[in-house]
């Protein structure tokens, strides 16, 4: 993998930070284990990993691609990552992202910008192009990223890998630098259904140290996508989610996502088509929720504890509340002060009630939109995202045309449930494909079952 990082970097620009030498050790460790020692672990043990860097590790720099982070080498390790190391998964590197999450293309790192290595002029999606790029690439055989909005799922369909959104509480989110913490949660990235549904298996459970984490272990998801590769759908009930496809889709993604269905038919699933008319509040509540719980958890880099600071030039009255905002001036990008503000204004006594007030109120309209659909099919099933990838700099000048990417993935993160993508072929441009997969809360292994399948 470091050979193949070395050839492909200078193009593809995946990874923030390489940690060669700390991974080879690592391996060597691994390999130094006996057979009665490797016979403990899991399955994918010494299987080295790419991490995107909004996760934090121990001793090596963690940025969240900002500047503001630049240079902090974090003192201890996510939770995900001790299980990693506890399961000798060397880590190769840190991988790029959009400022603190924040976007759809990772074209708003401050530090560079991914290639989609399908197409080296288009973008790898976001905000975990980074790490999609590098799994994607053959750099790393797998990766974690965080999905707060579908940044784990729309990398992975614009680059043909497989990315997961778990339940949210399933995966411990300590150490996950937090963007908007009711809807984060750390997943895997892989080029099988199989090593994600392993690698989940191996980050997920119980951890007290996140007040949110669900009290309970992994659910059998490795045990589902193994069933599933047998291809037999017997007794599934698949729901296609009508107002998550037509208007807005490229015809070639609908194309293969109509294809997917006939193959999930043909191995015996019944598809049944399902309603969730409130779906369409979706992308206007997340967009009041995220950017409030941005605003808030955004607070902490006041220059007192982490990374940049800035003083006030010398005209300028030395105290405490200049430096603070000087420093968030020069540390944070265009993309994220926009979500400050945005999140700052829809907190304010007086709108309160009328936006982020609202908006909650439709989050509990589209969990009941996901119970009813749940009464009617095991596992929901539409396009990932609405295109393949966009060239650089398509979308950066319009916020809105963004924000559009995640109209497909964000209700899962509002309500909590399982997600994932899957590749499912090329477009007519000859661009990857995803289509997303959406299962009950805290039964994730279900869909890994038809995912599996498909594959
Ligand atoms: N693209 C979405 C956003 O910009 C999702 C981000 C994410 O999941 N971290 O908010």
Redesign the pocket.
Known sequence: ELEVIDAAEPTIKAFLKVAGEAALEQADAFDNLSDAEKAELPELAGVPIAIKD?IVTKGIETTAASRILEGWVPPYDATVIEKLKAAHMPLLGKTNL?EF????STEHSAYQHTANPWDVERVPG???GGSAAAVSAFEAPLALG???????R?PGALTGTVGVKPTYGGVSRFGAIA??SS??QIGPVSRTVLDSALLQEIIGGHDKRDSTSIPQGPRPMAKAAREGMNRDLKGMRIGLVKELGGEGFQPGVEARFNEAVKKLEAMGAEVVEVSCPRFKYALGA??II?PSEVSSNLARYDGMRYGLRVMPPKDVAQTAANMMAYTREAGFGD?VKRRIILGTYALSAGYYDAWYGSAQKVRTLIIEDFENAFKQADVLISPTSPSTAFKFGEKMDDPLA??M??IA??PA?LAGVPAMSIPAGLSDDGLPVGIQFIAPQQRDEVMYKPAAALE
């Open positions: 909004m959009d999450a924040q976007g759809s976001g905000s975990g965080t999905d707060t909005g579908g940044s784990i729309q963007m908007a809807l984060d997340y967009y995220m993309e963004m924000y990417n995640d993935t964000i993160n």
